[in-house]
């Protein structure tokens, strides 16, 4: 098991968590390193809100199984919506995700700040999709809004846990979403399965 340990030395983390695939093997590296993490749902993006449901409860299903804390935070996707206004046509790891980002880490934060949190750090950082600079500068500025709260950068790609991620997905038999969560990432997903069926 990959070795961590917070930036300071803090055995209590809040985690961001994007979806049950991507966090059951960073929230089991984080209790094999003696780290307690409660679990921050915070994915006002996810489109429709059926989809968010689905992956909402397959996170509680694991976080259960590991009896620690879950906190669903509000489903905004009316805010969400309005605040990317104009980067509808933005590509994928383009200007609207640093802002998708930023918007949900700095929630996570807020929240950290308030409950006795001083780390936080997220699941986003497990996919190889996403782009890792734009994630730990969404991080940064999120924790500068909120004095006391620290990100914590850990790139949780490596030491196994995607291997591990992928050994947990069939135990568990999770739900494995197939866009990122947005309705521009699903309209780009529709529009390239309508193309290879045209073929």
């Not at 999120?142 to 006391?148: D, E, I, K, M, T």
Request: glycine letters at 6%.
């Amino acid at each position: 098991m990959l070795k961590v340990q917070t930036p300071n030395g803090d055995r209590k983390v809040l985690l961001h968590s994007c979806c049950a695939p991507c966090s059951s093997a960073i929230i089991e590296c984080m209790l094999e390193n003696g780290i307690r993490p409660t679990v921050f749902y915070c994915n006002p993006n996810i489109y429709p809100q059926a989809e968010y449901e689905i992956r909402k409860n397959e996170a509680i299903r694991f976080v259960t199984s590991k009896n620690i804390d879950f906190i669903d935070a509000d489903y905004d996707y009316a805010h969400w919506l309005h605040t990317m206004q104009g980067l509808e046509h933005e590509p994928e790891r383009g200007s609207r995700c640093l802002k998708c980002f930023t918007l949900r880490l700095t929630e996570t934060a807020r929240y950290a700040s308030e409950h006795g949190f001083s780390v936080f750090t997220t699941t986003l950082a497990s996919s190889r999709w996403k782009s890792l600079e734009q994630i730990n500068e969404a991080g940064r500025r999120a924790a500068a809004l909120y004095p006391g709260t620290l990100f914590w950068e850990q790139n949780w790609r490596k030491g196994g846990l995607q291997d591990r991620r992928n050994q947990l997905l069939k135990e568990y038999d999770f739900y494995n979403q197939q866009y990122c969560g947005c309705q521009f990432s699903m309209q780009r997903l529709d529009a390239k399965q309508e193309s290879i069926t045209d073929k």
